[in-house]
């Protein structure tokens, strides 16, 4: 089960950490980050409205298209107690542009299919914006705010880290929340 308390106090760690970024960021300041890579994480979630803590994992990855276009793509798969799980796939496109020296501004518009394990599936789009950037010389962070339109509307913040074990790889945690609970994964991301 998450723990609100733990899951909190990362976020806030990340967030803090993203307010200093400017006046914290080192070598990479100048570096832009990637939009070609993909990741694996083991995610953990707890669905107030379901009373429902489930965890599985979700795989997912972004393709630089042309300047500053990108394709976006995800598969999450949960299962826990109390007959709760779904599946969800996403599929969109996203634009950036800079923000400041090591930052960038995005926003992404996808399409969301959620197949519960129980239950109709549904449909619908995730609009989202955000903000990405190096907070330290080895360590990249994100901010986001996304409105999901499947089953009941919802909006959730998102944030999270990414620390480069070396050029190509990086050890990843996110956090998301919403009025409909909250999420915390770990896992590991390759550029290409």
Same mark, same amino acid.
């Given at each position: ?26 070598? /990479? /300041? ?6 070609? #890579?993909? %990741? ?22 972004? #393709? ?37 020296? $090591?930052?960038?501004? #995005? ?25 990405? %950037? ?6 990249? $962070? ?15 913040? /998102? ?34």
């Amino acid at each position: 089960m998450v723990k609100p308390i733990k899951a909190l106090a990362l976020s806030t760690a990340a967030l803090m950490g993203l307010s200093a970024a400017g006046a914290l960021a080192q070598s /990479n /300041n100048n570096a832009s980050v990637s939009y070609t #890579y993909g %990741g694996l994480e083991y995610v953990e979630q707890n669905l107030d409205d379901y009373d429902c803590n489930q965890d599985g994992l979700s795989t997912y990855g972004s #393709y630089a298209i042309d300047g500053p276009w990108f394709a976006i793509g995800s598969l999450t798969d949960v299962s826990g107690d109390k007959g709760c799980g779904s599946t969800t796939l996403q599929l969109g496109a996203g634009y950036h542009t800079l923000l400041t020296r $090591g930052w960038d501004l #995005y926003g992404t518009l996808s399409v969301e299919r959620t197949d519960p394990d129980h239950g109709d599936s549904d449909t619908g789009l995730v609009a989202a914006v955000g903000a990405r %950037g190096w907070m330290f010389q080895q360590l990249e $962070g994100k901010a986001e705010i996304a409105h999901h339109t499947v089953f009941d509307d919802t909006t959730e913040i /998102n944030l999270g880290a990414n620390y480069w074990l070396s050029q190509a790889v990086a050890a990843t945690l996110d956090t998301s929340f919403s009025d409909e609970g909250e999420s915390i994964a770990l896992g590991a991301r390759m550029n290409f």
